[in-house]
């Protein structure tokens, strides 16, 4: 009776574990049918984007989505990505065997990595598959998990375009078979919205709330007011900085520690007697600035510190060892609105 009752403590938390388990995939199952009468209910393919793209990330828990659509003419994935923090940019990948996405096009198969830039891994799916880094260099983001999944056009082998999850929110873990199947399943329904797309070129929306996570885990903002900030920066098309700081009355400092979580660089506030390093500002101008996102703020002849507000794009920048040739470059960052006033005060107001 003893061992039986052992026995039984053992199994319990195993047969508890199952249960929960079971319970999530039926409470994901649920939540992708929900999703995709929404998708269902949409008329064009940006409302879509713009309205439900930051619950399909939440669904999938994933940082960002992207969606491409092919055009067979001319043999390419067309996508645009607009966030509250950029301007739209066009992205053109070949319809080859030369970026996922396309790979994902030719072949009509889903492609799900654990590490989008391990060969290894892509090698699986076949020959030549390459992932495109590219596309990560113009950004200034840095994929690592990746589900992406064809779009057939409603009760046809066609496909009309890819939908892309990058980057697990709850940190290393990858996308899971379950992910998989409930991708394939809205595909189903984002594939009926492509029938009824009026633009041959479709606007995706790259969500930029990973970011500012630090804002939830530290109560200044709940996940559904911070959510709500990027549909609102992306319907005014504005920078979701701005929306954070005007319309949800966020404290500077509060974006500025949530930066310097994100990316692991030292926050530096905006201060109006800094003293401006002559030489160095002197070899750029403020379209080098725009472009790389930095601006130098100390030079000691042999290392230089920048000022950044886009540290993945500053860093990974090959102009700025061209015109600062130093043994060393150092950065931190800071918010948008801080680097415009710092830039204001090197190159004069606007």
């Known amino acids: 009776m003893i061992w039986f009752f052992g026995r039984k403590r053992e199994k319990e938390p195993e047969a508890q574990a199952a249960s929960k388990d079971k319970e999530g995939l039926a409470r994901f199952a649920e939540n992708v049918r929900a999703m995709s009468k929404k998708i269902r209910a949409t008329r064009e393919v940006d409302a879509l984007m713009i309205d439900l793209a930051p619950e399909i990330c939440a669904l999938f828990e994933c940082e960002r989505l992207t969606l491409y659509a092919v055009d067979k003419d001319k043999a390419m994935l067309y996508s645009k990505i607009?966030?509250?923090?950029?301007?739209?940019r066009d992205i053109v990948l070949p319809l080859d065997n030369e970026s996922i996405a396309g790979w994902v096009a030719l072949h009509r198969r889903t492609v799900r990595l654990r590490d989008a830039y391990n060969p290894e891994e892509l090698t699986k799916y076949g020959e030549g598959l390459t992932f495109c880094r590219d596309v990560d260099e113009r950004t200034g983001y840095q994929t690592r998990q990746m589900l992406a999944a064809p779009i057939?056009?409603?009760?046809?082998?066609?496909v009309v375009g890819v939908i892309q999850l990058l980057n697990r929110s709850n940190g290393d873990a990858a996308f899971s078979s379950t992910d998989e199947l409930g991708l394939n399943k809205l595909c189903k329904s984002i594939g009926m919205v492509f029938e009824r797309r009026?633009?041959?070129?479709?606007m995706a929306i790259t969500l930029d709330t990973s970011k500012y996570r630090s804002l939830v885990e530290k109560a200044v903002l709940s996940q559904?007011?911070?959510?709500?900030?990027?549909?609102?920066?992306?319907?005014?098309?504005?920078?979701?900085e701005?929306?954070?700081?005007?319309?949800?009355?966020?404290?500077?400092?509060?974006?500025?520690?949530?930066?310097?979580?994100?990316?692991?660089?030292?926050?530096?506030?905006?201060?109006?007697?800094?003293?401006?390093?002559?030489?160095?500002?002197?070899?750029?101008?403020?379209?080098?600035?725009?472009?790389?996102?930095?601006?130098?703020?100390?030079?000691?002849?042999?290392?230089?510190?920048?000022?950044?507000?886009?540290?993945?794009?500053?860093?990974?920048?090959?102009?700025?060892?061209?015109?600062?040739?130093?043994?060393?470059?150092?950065?931190?960052?800071?918010?948008?609105?801080?680097f415009r006033q710092t830039v204001d005060d090197f190159f004069g107001a606007r």
């Open 152 to 158: 057939f056009r409603e009760k046809s082998t066609e």
């Open 224 to 240: 559904p007011e911070l959510d709500l900030a990027a549909r609102s920066a992306q319907r005014k098309n504005l920078d979701m």
């Open 198 to 202: 009026k633009a041959p070129v479709v």
């Open 242 to 338: 701005d929306v954070l700081l005007d319309e949800f009355k966020v404290p500077l400092q509060a974006i500025g520690a949530c930066l310097a979580s994100n990316s692991k660089l030292t926050y530096e506030r905006y201060d109006p007697v800094r003293k401006k390093p002559t030489e160095a500002i002197a070899k750029i101008d403020r379209d080098f600035v725009a472009q790389n996102h930095c601006v130098p703020i100390e030079d000691d002849g042999k290392n230089m510190t920048f000022l950044t507000s886009d540290p993945e794009r500053t860093i990974h920048s090959g102009a700025l060892r061209k015109v600062f040739p130093y043994a060393r470059h150092f950065y931190r960052v800071t918010t948008q609105r801080e």
């Open 82 to 88: 607009k966030s509250g923090l950029e301007s739209a």
